[in-house]
């Protein structure tokens, strides 16, 4: 059993920043690739940001290019996305994923509960 936990959340102002974190449990960690979606209120839920299974490649969406940072620590099987000049336009539940596979190319096996984040102007 796969169990995803993440904690970082809460309500911050507009261009600070906030450090989600995703405890993993169960089967292997650093076998799979990892990733973030989020879903705003009224609508559907959206890719955030992916990595790698030994963090070689990432990809982000183009609206937090640059301004969000996913990692991931294998040694401890946690997995964690800054995120820096937050917009209002951020606020949504944040959930994180592990994949299937050692890639990000297939859709995610695993959720997590969700964790919440606010912006506010």
């Known amino acids: 059993q796969v169990q995803l936990v993440e904690s970082g959340g809460g309500l911050v102002q507009a261009g600070n920043s906030l450090r989600l974190s995703c405890a993993t449990s169960?089967?292997?960690?650093?076998?799979?690739?990892m990733g973030w979606f989020r879903q705003a209120p009224g609508k559907e839920r959206e890719f955030v940001a992916a990595?790698?299974?030994?963090?070689?490649?990432?990809n982000y969406a183009d609206s937090v290019k640059g301004r969000f940072t996913i990692s991931r620590d294998n040694a401890e099987n946690t997995v964690s996305l800054q995120m820096n000049s937050l917009e209002p336009e951020d606020t949504a539940v944040y959930y994180c994923?592990?994949?299937?596979?050692?890639?990000?190319?297939?859709?995610?096996?695993?959720w997590g509960q969700g964790t919440q984040v606010t912006v506010s102007s």
């Open positions: 994923v592990r994949y299937s596979d050692i890639y990000y190319n297939t859709d995610p096996a695993y």
């Open positions: 990595i790698t299974w030994n963090g070689d490649m990432t």
């Open positions: 169960g089967r292997a960690f650093s076998g799979y690739a």
